[in-house]
């Protein structure tokens, strides 16, 4: 059923896309999918592929790592990598293909995994953060036992993947800092024992996209995609953590609100530059970015879904039709 699902969700208003941007720099394949698969099975711990989003400012973010042990390393079950979500993240980043715009060729990799284009990089940091965000919110709301995995999913679930294209940009320092607060999060009792932790990390992510971008800014289609691939991923999130019409997995869920926020974030972020190209556009991407919102009306998932899955992915169709035209 949930591959019918995706095959389906890939057929509303995603042909296009697809035929010009995707996921995985000098790699054709249907979508990008099957490399990100690809990519998946060559990780040490496999995981959803990048998760972020911006800063709130100040401590921001918030995170979703694993439990307890699986901070040691990138591998285990945790949370939402391995197969779980690995076809789902591929999903998400099929608006990265190969080619992409200019300035997204391909960085790092490894002769065991393709290479990752700079724009999916940016996208896999930006999901990085909306696992921080997640963490941050459902700690600070007094929600501990249920904020310390989210702390560990950056390290365990996304960061293998962009591992090899942050060290040829000579970012090293990233992937330092989110095994020792992975490591620390199974200690963690209030959001303060993880402020500065945090904020390091926010740091080192801002220079991390910063160095990617290199001297111009992301252009409006850059910005679109990435925007997309949150916003995808944070459906498909929604769509696992249901089973029978109720929430069974509520770590999923609160990915799938952290992902929004972090788009949420990004897209107020990035307002001039897309209104500078289309303002139509910008406006139309901010209403149907509400109506997507409300799916997750609270860090702990409600009693019952709020908006019919099937429901939810046909308004992530209407967010790519009104970001279109700053794909063409």
Same mark, same amino acid.
């Given at each position: 059923?949930?591959?019918?699902?995706?095959? %389906?969700?890939?057929?509303?208003?995603?042909?296009?896309?697809?035929?010009?941007?995707?996921?995985?720099?000098?790699?054709?394949?249907?979508?990008?999918?099957? $490399?990100?698969?690809?990519?998946?099975?060559?990780?040490?711990?496999?995981?959803?592929?990048?998760?972020?989003?911006?800063?709130? $400012?100040?401590?921001?973010?918030?995170?979703?790592?694993?439990?307890?042990?699986?901070?040691?390393?990138?591998?285990?079950?945790?949370?939402?990598?391995?197969?779980?979500?690995?076809?789902?993240?591929?999903?998400?980043?099929?608006?990265?293909?190969?080619?992409?715009?200019?300035?997204?060729?391909?960085?790092?990799?490894?002769?065991?995994?393709?290479?990752?284009?700079?724009?999916?990089?940016?996208?896999?940091?930006?999901?990085?953060?909306?696992?921080?965000?997640?963490? /941050?919110?459902?700690?600070?709301?007094?929600?501990?036992?249920?904020?310390?995995?989210?702390?560990?999913?950056?390290?365990?679930?996304?960061?293998?993947?962009?591992?090899?294209?942050?060290?040829?940009?000579?970012?090293?320092?990233?992937?330092? /800092?989110?095994?020792? %607060?992975?490591?620390?999060?199974?200690?963690?009792?209030?959001?303060?024992?993880?402020?500065?932790?945090?904020?390091?990390?926010?740091?080192?992510?801002?220079?991390?996209?910063?160095?990617?971008?290199?001297?111009?800014?992301?252009?409006?289609?850059?910005?679109?995609?990435?925007?997309?691939?949150?916003?995808?991923?944070?459906?498909?999130?929604?769509?696992?953590?249901?089973?029978?019409?109720?929430?069974?997995?509520?770590?999923?869920?609160?990915?799938?609100?952290?992902?929004?926020?972090?788009? /949420?974030?990004? %897209?107020?972020?990035?307002?001039?530059?897309?209104?500078?190209?289309?303002?139509?556009?910008?406006?139309?991407?901010?209403?149907?970015?509400?109506?997507?919102?409300?799916?997750?009306?609270?860090?702990?998932?409600?009693?019952?879904?709020?908006?019919?899955?099937?429901?939810?992915?046909?308004?992530?169709?209407?967010?790519?039709?009104?970001?279109?035209?700053?794909?063409?």
């Amino acid at each position: 059923m949930k591959e019918q699902k995706l095959k %389906l969700w890939m057929g509303v208003g995603v042909a296009t896309l697809l035929a010009s941007s995707g996921a995985w720099a000098g790699d054709g394949g249907e979508g990008g999918e099957s $490399g990100h698969d690809d990519m998946v099975k060559s990780a040490d711990h496999g995981g959803e592929g990048g998760e972020s989003g911006e800063s709130y $400012g100040g401590e921001g973010g918030e995170n979703q790592g694993g439990e307890g042990g699986e901070s040691q390393s990138h591998g285990g079950e945790g949370g939402e990598g391995g197969e779980n979500h690995g076809g789902a993240t591929g999903e998400a980043f099929s608006y990265f293909a190969a080619g992409g715009e200019g300035g997204e060729g391909g960085e790092g990799g490894s002769s065991t995994a393709p290479a990752l284009s700079d724009g999916a990089q940016i996208a896999m940091i930006h999901m990085m953060q909306g696992h921080l965000m997640a963490a /941050r919110e459902l700690i600070k709301s007094g929600e501990v036992a249920e904020g310390r995995p989210h702390l560990t999913h950056p390290w365990i679930e996304v960061y293998p993947m962009v591992e090899s294209g942050l060290e040829a940009h000579g970012q090293n320092d990233l992937g330092k /800092r989110l095994k020792a %607060l992975a490591e620390k999060a199974k200690d963690v009792d209030k959001w303060s024992d993880v402020s500065a932790d945090f904020n390091a990390i926010w740091k080192s992510m801002d220079k991390a996209l910063a160095t990617i971008a290199g001297d111009q800014p992301e252009s409006p289609a850059t910005i679109a995609k990435v925007m997309l691939s949150l916003t995808k991923q944070a459906v498909l999130e929604y769509d696992e953590a249901q089973d029978d019409g109720r929430f069974v997995a509520e770590y999923e869920y609160q990915d799938g609100r952290g992902f929004v926020m972090a788009a /949420r974030e990004y %897209l107020e972020r990035n307002k001039a530059a897309l209104m500078k190209q289309n303002k139509e556009a910008w406006r139309d991407s901010n209403k149907v970015l509400d109506e997507l919102e409300e799916a997750w009306p609270t860090a702990v998932p409600p009693a019952q879904p709020v908006v019919k899955t099937s429901d939810l992915y046909a308004t992530q169709a209407r967010l790519e039709l009104a970001l279109s035209p700053y794909l063409y």
